[in-house]
DNA sequence: TTCTATCATAGACAACCCCTATCACAATCG
DNA sequence: CGATTGTGATAGGGGTTGTCTATGATAGAA
C-alpha cells in the first residue's frame, strides 16, 4: 500500500467525483480509478459506491478514512519534522567533558555558544576520558572535550587550546618563595588525583614516579585536591583554567621553568553526520580560548 | 514516499544492520541500502551513521521513528479494519420503513433479526416514501421498506409480503353486522391519513374520492385514525398487521369482499455495495411473515 | 597478510504508475 | 425521440521505480 493511494482515497472521499478528485491530485481520472480500485482490490472491500450522478464512500470507508489520515499526516509530519532538523546547527548536543576541564571550563564557554549556536542545545556530560570514549563510540555522545590524544581510526579530533600546567604549592611551601618551580622539585611531596583521571597520568609523566604516592591521599576531584594542597598535605600540578579557583582557595601558583601543559581537544566520530556541529563548537570555543594560553605562559 | 520505505526504515533502526534488516523484511540487503538511501536523500536529512562496526539512527532519525511507527501502524489498522468489515453481515444497517408499518412490522421482525444477523446492526428510521426514496438516494439510508412500486433505474426493489387491508369500523356501524364489507359501502363515511402517507393513497384507490374528506379530519398517524374509527367518526381500510392494535382499540374489523391490499417491499439502491445484507434482511423478513397474507385472506 | 563481515554500487529485468484515447452508460436538452 | 453532455471504466504504450545478482570498498580479526 502507497501512501499516495491514501492521499488518492481520501481525495475522492472529499470531493466524491473522480474527474475532479484527479485534478486535485494532479492526475488523470483514469488513472485514479484504476489505483481506487486496486486499493479496494487490496483491502477486499468496496470504498465507494459508484454511479454517474456521484461516487458515495462506503459505511466501511468513512470508517477507514480517518486512519487513512492519520497515516498521510504522520508522513507529512516526518518531512516537517525532517526540514526542522535538517540544520545541523540545530538540537540536541551532547558533549562529554572531563572532570579537570569541565567545572572551570564551561563557565567561560557557555554564553558564547548559546549566542552563537541558539538552536544548538548543549548537552554537558562530565566523566573520565575512557568513560567518555565509550560513551562516543556508542553513540551517546556527539563529541567530547579531552586532554589526550583520541586513538582509533573510527574518531577524529581536533586542537581546541593548549592549557599550560601551574605548580600549586601550600602558602607556607618551601618552593613558594621561588619565582618558578620544576617539576622535579615538585616531586618530592606531589599529590595526585584518584585513578582514571587523565590528569594524574600527566602529573605524574611530568613528575616521575616518586612523592606521596602510597598514602590515601588520592583526590577524587581536582577541587579537593586544591583542598588537599591548600592545606600543606603536599603539592601538586594544576591545568592553567583553574588557577582562579585554586587562588581562591588559598593556594600559592607558580610557572614551571619547563613549559609543560596538556593539549585539549574535542574529539567527535569520523562518522558523525553533524559534522558541522562539531565545527562549530569548535570554533566558539577556540575563539574564547585564544591567547589564554599566552597570557598564562 | 512509500510505506514499504517507512517499514525499511524501522526495520534498519530496529536491527541496527542492513542485511538483517533486509533478511527480516523480505528483501535483499543492496536494495534495503538503495532504498534507505532514498528516503535520506527525499527527507535531506541523514537517517543512520553508517560504519562496519555497526549501523546508529541520528537524532533526526529517533525524532522520525516514531512518526514512520504512526503511520504505518495506521496503515495496517486499515486493513485490520478492512478485514473485519469485509462481511456485508457486519455493521450498521439503515432501514427506512413507512409509518403505517413501522408499528406493527418492527416488534414481529427485530428479534428473527437479530438472531439471523447477529453482527449487523439494524437502524429502524421512519418516515413517509417520498422522504424514505431521497434518503436513500442520498445514500442516508440502506434500504427501505415501502407498500409502492419503486420508480427509477437507480432503484431496485424485491416482493416481501402481500398485506391485505382490512374494513375497520365503530362497534355499532351500521356494516359491523355483515361478515364482508365493499369498498364502495366503506366510501360514505370513509377517514383517511394525511397527505404523503401512501395507505391515503391506496384508501382512495380502493374507494373512491369520495366521503369525508372534506373536513379537517385527517390523521396523521395510523394510531390516531384508528382513535377516530373507535370513537365512531368513521370507517377506513386498514393494513393487516394493524389487525391487532385495531382490535385492542375497539374497533371492528371485516374482510373485503375484494381481496385488495398492498405489497411491502424492501427497496435498495442498485448500486449499493452491500446487496448480500439486502438479501439476508429480505429473506428473514419474508420467512417470518410467510402465511400472514394467507391467514389474514 | 589473508580472511571475514559489512555496506555501497552497477547493470539488467520486471512491475508499476501514469498518460491518452476510447468505451459504456445514464441523464439532459432541443 | 435522437443528440449531446457528463460520468466512471477500460485498453495499450511509455517511462519510472523497485528489485535482483554480482561485485566493489573498507575495516576489523585471525
Redesign the interface.
Known amino acids: 500500500?502507497?501512501?499516495?493511494d491514501?492521499r488518492y482515497l481520501l481525495a475522492v472521499a472529499e470531493h466524491e467525483h473522480f474527474g475532479r478528485a484527479a485534478q486535485a491530485c494532479g492526475i488523470s481520472q483514469p488513472t485514479l480509478s484504476v489505483q481506487v480500485r486496486k486499493l479496494e482490490e487490496l483491502?477486499?472491500?468496496?470504498l465507494f459506491?459508484?454511479?454517474s450522478?456521484r461516487v458515495?464512500p462506503?459505511?466501511?470507508c468513512s470508517?477507514?478514512l480517518g486512519?487513512?489520515q492519520?497515516?498521510?499526516a504522520?508522513?507529512e509530519?516526518?518531512?516537517s519534522?525532517?526540514?526542522n532538523?535538517?540544520d545541523p546547527l540545530a538540537?540536541?548536543f551532547r558533549l562529554g567533558i572531563i572532570p579537570t576541564l569541565a567545572p572551570y571550563l564551561l563557565p567561560l564557554i557557555f554564553a558564547p555558544l548559546h549566542e552563537a549556536l541558539p538552536q544548538l542545545e548543549i548537552e554537558p556530560w562530565e566523566d573520565q576520558t575512557v568513560a567518555l570514549l565509550e560513551r562516543l563510540r556508542n553513540?551517546e555522545l556527539?563529541a567530547a572535550l579531552l586532554a589526550t590524544e583520541a586513538e582509533g581510526t573510527?574518531l577524529l579530533s581536533h586542537t581546541l587550546f593548549d592549557e599550560p600546567f601551574l605548580a600549586a604549592l601550600p602558602p607556607e611551601h618551601r618552593l613558594a618563595s621561588r619565582p618558578t618551580v620544576s617539576e622535579t622539585d615538585l616531586a618530592r611531596d606531589i599529590l595526585v588525583l584518584a585513578d582514571g583521571h587523565c590528569l594524574r597520568d600527566q602529573t605524574l609523566a611530568a613528575c616521575g614516579q616518586s612523592g606521596a604516592l602510597g598514602g590515601a591521599l588520592r583526590a577524587s576531584s581536582l577541587s579537593t585536591l586544591l583542598n588537599m594542597v591548600a592545606a600543606g598535605y603536599g603539592t601538586t600540578l594544576i591545568p592553567g583554567l583553574a588557577a582562579g579557583a585554586a587562588e581562591d582557595a588559598g593556594i600559592v601558583l607558580r610557572p614551571l621553568s619547563t613549559k609543560v601543559g596538556r593539549m585539549v581537544r574535542i574529539v567527535w566520530?569520523s562518522?558523525?553526520?553533524?559534522k558541522a556541529a562539531v565545527d562549530a563548537v569548535r570554533d566558539v570555543i577556540a575563539n574564547r580560548l585564544r591567547g589564554f594560553a599566552a597570557a598564562n605562559a
Chains 1, 2 share one sequence.
Open positions: 500500500m502507497n501512501l499516495r491514501l483491502l477486499g472491500v468496496t459506491e459508484r454511479s450522478k458515495a462506503t459505511e466501511v470508517q477507514l486512519h487513512a492519520s497515516a498521510v504522520e508522513a509530519a516526518m518531512f519534522v525532517a526540514r532538523l535538517r538540537g540536541r553513540h556527539d573510527d566520530r562518522q558523525f553526520s553533524r
